[in-house]
């Protein structure tokens, strides 16, 4: 098996790179894989009727959407009939949400985090406030910037229905302890529900070993197409209030899909785990999925790696999180501030060399705050993902040497 990922293959199979921008704002969302824009390109082309009748255009049709619930199953390693896929994450968690109306009452508590998104956040408060339940904030430890164990015992209660918490923060990138807080969750008796939208695009995502309730990715920064994928249990999907039409009561997860998911999006999701295995398989492995994260996280460590050393040795930048690049506790979101200089300057003094970085809270203005910045200005973020080359870093070291100064 080769050890070195093959960029230059890589690269190949994203028609959407240019040599001429150093993309690093792939936490916002990814590329899609050559394979995905095919797929979607030829079910607008030539597949698409309307799914479900008996003629043959339509058999093939539905095959072709039911294989991207196939895919996403594979994608989280779960089960066709565990998947929901709608607009987004926060279409899917707001509808989660909606949906567990019957299970959430009066004195009840929702426990949410200051390190997540507010799509995993918003919901909860609002179903907190419909069904009189009482918010606790699970807080993000001040040093680390992480979730502790200890953080979620002193939330959690008897009264606890439900905790939402983030696998992978999308402002510091470091990787949580999912099994652990789902096991001391469960415990207490209240369910996980758990954001892996930064965690999906650089490691392995499997359900049943990590243990959850419910799990939500976006697949557009999976180098996928423009949907949010939410995994649900089985024995929470037939608790959940039918969010569709009245006969699709019991119907599992189309109760959970009102008006389903755009047809030729989905029928696009074969090919981001197609181009996985191919990713395996061109490095020599067997193309599994599990394998293919492996050459991911190895080569983004190496990224991770050569921006942090610059970035530790700078006088002015305070990084914020884990100093370390260890693929074992981080993906390579790497989040600063410059001491004596806006944020909102950086991104911007780097356009022009072709660099794409980003600035701001993320949509998560609580974590901004709870690191002690100002949520308008935030902070600086280099989100990088396995198509990102180390002679890209280099520019983008260089460019940042540059506008920074000594
Ligand atoms: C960690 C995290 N959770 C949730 C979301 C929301 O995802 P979507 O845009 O699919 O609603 C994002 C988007 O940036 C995110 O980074």
Redesign the pocket.
């Known amino acids: 098996m080769t050890e070195e990922l093959d960029t230059a293959w890589v690269r190949s199979r994203f028609p959407a790179l240019d040599p001429a921008l150093a993309l690093f704002d792939n936490?916002?969302g990814s590329v899609p894989a050559r394979d995905v824009v095919d797929r979607a390109r030829a079910y607008l082309d030539r597949e698409m009727v309307q799914l479900g009748a008996s003629y043959p255009r339509s058999r093939r049709a539905t095959e072709l959407f039911e294989a991207g619930l196939t895919a996403g199953a594979d994608l989280v390693a779960g089960a066709q009939g565990e998947i929901v896929l709608g607009a987004?994450?926060?279409?899917n968690l707001s509808l989660l949400a909606r949906a567990m109306v019957p299970l959430v009452g009066p004195g009840d508590e929702i426990v949410v985090t200051d390190l997540?998104?507010e799509?995993?956040r918003g919901a909860w408060l609002r179903l907190a406030t419909q069904r009189g339940a009482t918010v606790r904030t699970w807080r993000v430890d001040r040093e680390t910037h992480e979730l502790t164990e200890g953080g979620l015992l002193a939330v959690l209660s008897p009264r606890t229905k439900v905790v939402c918490f983030?696998h992978c923060?999308?402002v510091v990138g470091s990787l949580h302890d999912v099994r652990t807080f789902a096991d001391r969750i469960h415990d207490a008796g209240a369910l996980a529900c758990v954001?892996g939208?930064?965690f999906a695009p650089h490691r392995r995502v499997d359900v049943r070993a990590l243990g959850v309730d419910a799990y939500?990715l976006?697949l557009?920064?999976v180098y996928g197409p423009h949907l949010?994928l939410l995994w649900v249990s089985p024995s929470l999907l037939p608790r959940l209030e039918n969010q569709n039409h009245f006969f699709h009561a019991g119907s599992g997860t189309t109760a959970l899909m009102p008006g389903s998911a755009s047809h030729e999006l989905v029928a696009a999701i074969p090919g981001v785990t197609a181009y996985l295995r191919s990713l395996d398989a061109h490095h020599g492995g067997a193309g599994t999925l599990e394998s293919a994260f492996e050459h991911i996280a190895r080569h983004e460590e190496a990224l991770a790696r050569r921006l942090l050393s610059f970035l530790r040795g700078h006088p002015r930048v305070r990084l914020i999180g884990r100093a370390d690049a260890s693929a074992a506790h981080r993906v390579p979101t790497i989040t600063f501030t410059v001491e004596g200089t806006k944020s909102a300057a950086i991104p911007s003094a780097l356009d022009e060399r072709g660099i794409g970085i980003r600035f701001g809270h993320?949509?998560a203005p609580h974590t901004v705050e709870a690191f002690g910045l100002e949520p308008d200005d935030g902070v600086v973020r280099v989100s990088m993902v396995h198509y990102n080359t180390r002679a890209e870093v280099d520019r983008l070291v260089a460019a940042l040497d540059e506008a920074l100064g000594g």
């Open positions: 936490a916002g987004s994450t926060t279409a997540d998104h799509a995993n983030t923060s999308n954001d939208v930064a939500a976006s557009y920064k949010g993320f949509y």
